[in-house]
């Protein structure tokens, strides 16, 4: 069993610092309820500490400063840590490459995560992947207007990121990715 400490309070702090203007595409949620998700879902999975703590801070270096926020992660939370937020990080670059781009070397990258950093990484991507199955649901295709992709290259990159994380390693949470992600293609009638 996992115990958490101050060092998850204080990195809890931090995301909200972090992250304190930031809010959810298409929904206006304070984007510290991801963060929550992502720690939440780290933590159910049996994660350590150090995983909880980088499912906090897991997009800090992408949306919120790049290398130098990376580097005070790892002044505050040490290397295991910057290593899974680092790990986790689909751009370095202001402004961001364009979004297919991204997105097909971030698959290429997930063939290799190791065990803590697929954790994370997964667990990202189940709570980004049931908002998306959760609104196409109850707001319907409209949900897709948040993305700068089409449906269809949307659910290829979760397609994608199930092959990629089944090479790493699989688990239960590549499993419920693969879940849902089948029912966002039953909601779109693929």
Same mark, same amino acid.
């Given at each position: 069993?996992?115990?958490?400490?101050?060092?998850?309070?204080a +990195?809890l702090?931090?995301?909200?610092? @972090?992250h304190?203007?930031? $809010?959810?595409? #298409?929904? #206006?949620?304070?984007?510290?309820?991801?963060?929550?998700?992502?720690a939440?879902i780290?933590?159910?999975?049996?994660?350590s500490?150090?995983? !909880?703590? @980088?499912?906090?801070?897991?997009?800090? +270096?992408?949306?919120?400063?790049? %290398?130098?926020?990376?580097?005070?992660?790892? /002044?505050?939370?040490?290397?295991? /840590?910057?290593?899974i $937020? @680092?790990?986790?990080?689909? *751009?370095?670059?202001?402004p961001k490459?364009?979004? !297919?781009?991204?997105?097909?070397? =971030?698959?290429?990258? !997930? %063939?290799?995560?190791?065990?803590?950093?697929?954790?994370?990484?997964?667990?990202?991507? $189940?709570?980004? *992947?049931? !908002?998306?199955?959760?609104?196409?649901?109850?707001?319907?295709?409209?949900?897709w207007? %948040?993305?700068?992709?089409?449906?269809?290259?949307?659910i +290829?990159?979760?397609?994608?990121? /199930?092959?990629a994380?089944?090479e +790493?390693? #699989?688990?239960?949470? $590549?499993?419920e990715?693969?879940?849902?992600v089948?029912?966002?293609?039953?909601e779109?009638? =693929?």
């Amino acid at each position: 069993m996992t115990t958490l400490t101050d060092r998850f309070d204080a +990195a809890l702090r931090y995301a909200h610092q @972090a992250h304190a203007t930031q $809010v959810r595409k #298409g929904t #206006g949620a304070p984007y510290i309820g991801h963060l929550l998700g992502v720690a939440s879902i780290v933590l159910d999975d049996g994660g350590s500490e150090d995983e !909880a703590i @980088a499912g906090l801070l897991h997009d800090a +270096a992408e949306d919120q400063g790049g %290398r130098p926020r990376l580097e005070d992660i790892r /002044v505050h939370f040490g290397d295991a /840590v910057t290593r899974i $937020v @680092a790990d986790c990080t689909d *751009s370095w670059d202001t402004p961001k490459r364009p979004w !297919a781009e991204r997105k097909a070397a =971030y698959v290429e990258h !997930a %063939r290799s995560l190791g065990p803590s950093s697929l954790r994370v990484s997964a667990a990202d991507k $189940v709570h980004n *992947s049931y !908002a998306i199955l959760r609104d196409l649901r109850n707001i319907g295709e409209a949900v897709w207007e %948040r993305f700068s992709a089409s449906a269809d290259d949307v659910i +290829a990159y979760y397609q994608g990121l /199930v092959r990629a994380y089944r090479e +790493a390693g #699989g688990g239960p949470l $590549v499993d419920e990715l693969e879940r849902i992600v089948r029912g966002i293609e039953r909601e779109m009638g =693929y």
